[in-house]
């Protein structure tokens, strides 16, 4: 897992209080950023932010325009904030985005490539949103990608199925935590 980075997206609170099935998603979560910690692999967290009077959305955007509308992603709001169960530590970067894929809108290119990052391992809500689309903006960058299947969620169950089990095993090595940290910390 040499240069590689795990990346947290979308897991802000208001995202959390909408997607959260009480599976214990969150506990597995940290449990992969506390892994991926030890074994001394970078956590970049990946928000949405959104400036006050949202001048970054068209209105041709219907995704965009139904974000805005339930009132989500509004920088400084305090449901736009990374969950605490999950919450960043000193050293850690968050990165801002302004639209589905973590690369959309943000500096993390930049910053994925300043620490010689090639590969990516990839967690976060929803799974047919921000971890599809930052899956597919990775591939076109050549990043090496790893998805973590029960640290993404997706409102839809059958769907979030779909992609980890038919479409993602084709881009990406595909894992459940718990396999995962068994590959990067062998006992």
Not at 26 to 46: C, F, K, Q
Not at 47 to 75: I, Q
Request: glycine share 8%.
């Amino acid at each position: 897992m040499a240069n590689s980075a795990l990346l947290v997206m979308d897991v802000q609170r208001d995202v959390v209080a909408i997607a959260d099935d009480g599976s214990g998603y969150l506990r597995r979560l940290r449990a992969a950023i506390d892994g991926a910690r030890a074994v001394g692999i970078p956590v970049i967290y990946v928000v949405m932010g959104l400036r006050p009077g949202d001048p970054e959305v068209s209105p041709r955007n219907k995704v965009m325009t139904h974000v805005v509308r339930a009132g989500l992603f509004t920088e400084g709001a305090p449901g736009t904030e990374i969950h605490d169960d999950i919450a960043p530590q000193q050293g850690d970067v968050v990165v801002t985005k302004r639209r589905g894929s973590a690369f959309s809108g943000s500096d993390l290119d930049l910053v994925l490539r300043a620490r010689d990052i090639d590969s990516l391992v990839l967690t976060g809500i929803a799974t047919s949103a921000v971890v599809l689309s930052t899956l597919w903006h990775a591939i076109d960058l050549d990043y090496g990608l790893t998805v973590l299947t029960d640290a993404c969620l997706d409102t839809d169950p059958e769907v979030h199925q779909m992609l980890t089990e038919k479409l993602f095993p084709q881009w990406a090595d595909v894992f459940a935590v718990e396999d995962w940290l068994k590959v990067i910390a062998p006992q």
